[in-house]
């Protein structure tokens, strides 16, 4: 399973649309600055998908976003730009944090005289949405961080909707480890936090360091360069269907500028994984 990021602008949303019209300072601040760390937060309410979720956050009567809601095999939906000043975590770390949403498993249910403890229908399903979501938003944060330069275990970078309230920066909220104690995982955001260092280190991310080891990895930056190249015909009839049918969308630009910033590398497993039927269905 890997982590696959796609856009799903919630255009409806108000602050979506404060943000594309700058409506004042706090807007332009942080679109110029970009996020300084990420909260990792979990829905509270028993969705599994994150497009159910997009939708709701998509409509003119709601305030509240994320910039990604992120659902347990791996599909991640961008609902904004991540320069985007978005009304997540209902306190001073709008100001400079991303909020990252997970979705919840189907076999809980809330209940309002519980507070934060779900009921549990089914343990088993529960457990499995919980750890693959808990490993997906490894990725996507040790993606982020790499993104970004932050390092994870600095102060503050990563922080829950929990830890967010407990340091006055957010409302009372006890996501996501209402969920990870309610099943018992054992998941803490410390822990967390070092799992996406981890993640970091690993030959799966691009890692600058690996590159200067093995010698100059070639890179294209946009499809231009991929039409240039003597080695790109190889490549090309996967692109032009993965952009066609919308499996890969590029970060901006349009025909030859459109910007890929992939590597041959990851070429070639796109290609692979072309021929070997992956994408037909
Ligand atoms: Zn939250």
């Avoid at 830890?163 to 998941?187: C, K, M, V």
């Avoid at 946009?222 to 032009?240: A, M």
């Avoid at 993965?242 to 992939?262: A, M, P, S």
């Amino acid at each position: 399973m890997a982590l696959i990021l796609k856009e799903r602008p919630i255009k409806n949303n108000q602050s979506y649309v404060k943000n594309a019209q700058i409506e004042d300072e706090r807007y332009r601040r942080f679109q110029e600055r970009g996020p300084l760390g990420a909260i990792l937060h979990s829905i509270g309410t028993p969705q599994p998908l994150a497009e159910p979720i997009a939708a709701y956050f998509d409509d003119p009567s709601v305030e509240a976003s994320v910039h990604m809601v992120l659902q347990p095999d791996g599909l991640c939906l961008q609902l904004a730009p991540e320069n985007y000043r978005l009304w997540h975590v209902g306190g001073q770390a709008n100001e400079t944090h991303l909020g990252i949403e997970m979705t919840e498993p189907a076999a809980i249910r809330y209940d309002s005289s519980r507070g934060f403890t779900p009921i549990i229908l089914d343990r088993q399903a529960a457990l499995s949405h919980i750890r693959s979501c808990y490993d997906r938003g490894v990725e996507l944060f040790a993606y982020l961080c790499q993104k970004y330069g932050w390092d994870p275990l600095q102060d503050g970078v990563i922080l829950s909707h929990r830890e967010a309230f407990t340091r006055g920066l957010g409302s009372n909220h006890g996501d996501p480890e209402h969920l990870w104690q309610a099943l018992e995982t054992g998941y803490t955001m410390d822990g967390f936090r070092k799992a996406v260092a981890q993640a970091m280190k690993s030959p799966l991310v691009e890692d600058g360091e690996n590159e200067d080891q093995e010698g100059k990895e070639m890179r294209y930056e946009t499809l231009g360069d991929v039409r240039k190249d003597p080695n790109g015909k190889y490549y090309l009839p996967t692109l032009e269907f993965l952009l066609q049918k919308g499996y890969l969308q590029g970060r901006g630009g349009k025909g030859d500028d459109l910007i890929l910033d992939l590597s041959e590398d990851a070429l070639r497993i796109l290609v692979t994984l072309h021929r070997a039927g992956a994408y037909d269905k």
